[in-house]
């Protein structure tokens, strides 16, 4: 079945670092591919997407560019701050029996510290 | 707009003690859908529906029941609580797409003790 793989963290980083989380995934066909964001307290909500490969998704700063080679879709910022300090899931969605089912990474929490 | 909301934000249960946690969402989605949420395991998706009297089990159903009778609300009901129920619940929704792209919108979570 489809799997999405991330490393569970935290990761801790000073402000103004790089910061890259990798992901990579198995499927049977041709996901699209997300990046979720949690901040405290709130639900998930959509940071960037990708529907196929080669695709390049970016918003606040964060990137991700669907690798179907090497099953990846790692996310990257040139520089955090401090507000950017929340949990990162990686998903991929599949039709299946005409409804889109979705899996999710374990999430990987992201510590920014000044 | 209010996107999707749940309701109540914290819950405290005893063990054997029934409940239903209400999910709405005002964008008319077709698919709605149930996670919860545990340390170390990421989300795991409980119960879905494609639209109004359409339900089926996700990954791990067992202790929970959904119904659809619109296509704005998708209670989950938990009819005897235990404390491995004891978590945070999301509720999301979509667009049903064809292509399989369109994102989950997602409420802000019922965290739920069982004691």
């Known amino acids: 079945g489809d799997s999405v793989t991330q490393m569970e963290g935290p990761v801790t980083l000073s402000e103004e670092a790089f910061l890259t989380i990798n992901c990579t995934y198995t499927?049977?066909?041709?996901?699209?591919l997300f990046w979720y964001v949690q901040y405290p307290g709130e639900g998930l909500q959509l940071l960037l997407k990708?529907?196929?490969?080669?695709d390049k998704g970016s918003n606040k700063g964060f990137e991700a560019t669907y690798r179907k080679e090497t099953t990846s879709f790692h996310l990257e910022k040139g520089s955090v701050q401090v507000s950017d300090s929340a949990v990162y899931f990686c998903?991929?969605?599949?039709?299946?029996?005409?409804?889109?089912?979705?899996?999710f990474g374990i999430g990987t929490k992201l510590q920014v510290i000044p | 707009n209010a996107g999707v909301t749940q309701t109540p934000k914290f819950q405290v249960l005893k063990t054997g003690q029934s409940m239903t946690l209400q999910c709405a969402q005002d964008?008319?989605?077709?698919?709605m859908s149930w996670y919860r949420q545990d340390p170390g395991m990421g989300l795991r998706l409980i119960h879905y529906s494609v639209g109004a009297g359409i339900t089926d089990q996700g990954e791990v159903p067992n202790g929970y029941n959904v119904s659809r009778s619109t296509t704005e609300d998708f209670p989950l009901r938990l009819l005897s609580a235990a404390p491995s129920q004891t978590s945070v619940y999301f509720c999301?929704?979509?667009?049903?797409?064809?292509?399989?792209?369109?994102?989950?919108?997602f409420g802000n979570g019922t965290r739920l003790t069982v004691t």
């Open positions: 499927a049977t066909g041709y996901p699209s």
């Open positions: 990708a529907t196929k490969a080669d």
């Open positions: 964008m008319n989605h077709e698919y």
């Open positions: 999301a929704s979509s667009y049903v797409s064809g292509v399989g792209n369109s994102p989950l919108h």
């Open positions: 998903a991929l969605s599949e039709e299946s029996g005409g409804y889109q089912k979705v899996t």
